[in-house]
RNA sequence: UCUGAUAUGAAAU
């Protein structure tokens, strides 16, 4: 079962389901019984696949042989339902570990917290933080981190640094990921010398930053509209002895939008390739919104048109930006004809693309067109988020329709969905 | 040490 093991853990590792569940066969018709190794294994595959479904039926053929689980089968379960991005799923089991008897242990703390976070629930994690403390499972730098990384995604970058404090406190070193969760939040909340300051504090400390956490200062000056500090971060970069990447190009081409240098941000674009950098869908949509910020849009049609030139079916990350374009600049015609367009591609539209024709509608008074979007974004596979609701509840307002904001804000409670 | 959790790029209020 250990030989089979190491055959098991290289499928997972490629996120081979397929291939796992036959070597899980294979094991049964040659007469070796399989473990909770090999099942936690095959789990550990469809969790990195996506496949909740196959993880829970291997969760029960294992049960089925009387093999019984354990920490780490539960621990691979929920995050096989957080993958899948399955919330209430990933409680449920929790909440049978506990029901069960047994204490979670700190990595089933770790997923679920994480998981919330990812949901933009940070309340929920918090709680589960002290809830931690109180039942005697001490926070290792993966919960912490986490916890850090989704404060800074969601608005709460003063929160995200009380837990740098607290981790602090609790004798935990602070480590790349969590320099680089810090300074993304930073970047989110424009706080371009908190940001810079952090970064020359670790650079003074000689503490080792890897590739994330210069990418991540850099996009912090991009946001920030601080190009000179993004060059200066690249420098350091590059003395590092790192070569600049797709994520490090992107960064700085939004970093030339923000401070108002789009030629430059093209040139960037254009050399991308003859250093190693594909110029992918983030590249373009980075470029395409630094010409709608400056307030070019035929060079923003250019850079799309040059994509489908190439023979390339747009990504939705270019439809988005493009669209967000558009009805920044009053193109909501244009702007819902890309929509249309996308959907003949076979593309869905994302919250991204929803909230930019909602709040596009909502400048051109066009309350029903709004109104209309957020049914769509309803219809969807996944729950509108916060950031669409927010979109939609003030673009009824500009259009004098406060009982339509009230309702929107009725049905985010009925998601449960917290308003911020 | 045969199995489970954390970080980097565009964009929306």
């Known amino acids: 079962a250990v030989e089979y093991n190491i055959i098991l853990s290289e499928c997972a590792k490629r996120s081979l389901v397929e291939s796992a ?39 029960a053929r294992m049960q089925s042989k009387g093999v019984e ?3 780490v089968t539960y621990g691979s379960l929920i995050n096989a339902c957080g993958k899948a991005c399955d919330l209430d799923r990933a409680l449920v089991v929790f909440q ?36 931690m403390a109180s039942v005697g499972v001490l926070p290792n730098s993966h919960v912490y981190n986490s916890l850090i990384a989704s404060c800074g995604k969601h608005n709460r970058v003063s929160t995200a640094f009380e837990l740098f404090e607290d981790m602090q406190a609790a004798g935990l070193r602070p480590d790349n ?39 991540s200062v850099i996009s912090a000056c991009a946001r920030c509209g601080h190009l000179d500090r993004a060059y200066a971060a690249l420098d350091a970069l590059q003395a590092a002895g790192h070569e600049p990447d797709s994520f490090t190009y992107s960064s700085l081409i939004t970093a030339c939008g923000n401070a108002d240098d789009l030629d430059t941000a093209f040139s960037l674009f254009d050399s991308m390739a003859s250093h190693g950098s594909t110029p992918d869908a983030f ?11 400056a307030n070019q849009m035929d060079r923003a049609f250019d850079v799309f048109e040059s994509v489908k030139r190439a023979g390339l079916r747009p990504h939705i990350n270019t439809y988005s930006s493009l669209i967000d374009a558009c009805a920044k600049r009053g193109l909501l015609d244009q702007a819902f004809r890309l929509l249309d367009e996308l959907r003949a591609n076979g593309l869905e539209p994302n919250e991204f693309v929803f909230s930019a024709l909602i ?35 003030d673009a009824c307002l500009r259009c004098d329709q406060v009982d ?13 969905l917290p308003p911020d």
């Open 21 to 59: 569940l036959g070597v899980l066969d294979a094991m049964e018709r040659r007469g070796t019984a399989a473990n909770v190794y090999n099942y936690n294994t095959v789990m550990s595959a469809c969790s990195r696949a996506g496949h909740l479904h196959t993880a829970f039926n291997v969760f």
């Open 69 to 71: 689980a354990d920490s």
């Open 96 to 131: 049978a570990v506990k029901d069960s008897g047994a204490t979670p242990d700190v990595v089933m703390y770790g997923t679920i917290i994480d998981t919330y976070g990812k949901h933009g629930r940070i309340d929920h994690a918090l709680h589960l933080l002290n809830e």
């Open 177 to 215: 990921f969590t320099l680089s969760s810090l300074l993304v939040g930073c970047g989110r909340a424009g706080l371009a010398d908190k940001a810079w300051q952090l970064f020359d504090d670790m650079r003074a400390s000689g503490v080792k930053m890897n590739k994330f956490v210069y990418n």
């Open 283 to 293: 590249a373009v949509s980075s470029l395409i919104t630094a010409c709608g910020k």
């Open 359 to 393: 709040s596009g509608s909502g400048k051109a008074g066009l309350a029903d067109s709004a109104l209309d979007m957020f049914d769509q974004a309803r219809a969807g596979r996944m729950p509108p988020s916060v950031y669409v609701c927010n979109a939609t509840i």
């Open 404 to 416: 339509k904001a009230f309702e929107v804000l009725a049905e985010m409670q009925r998601l449960d």
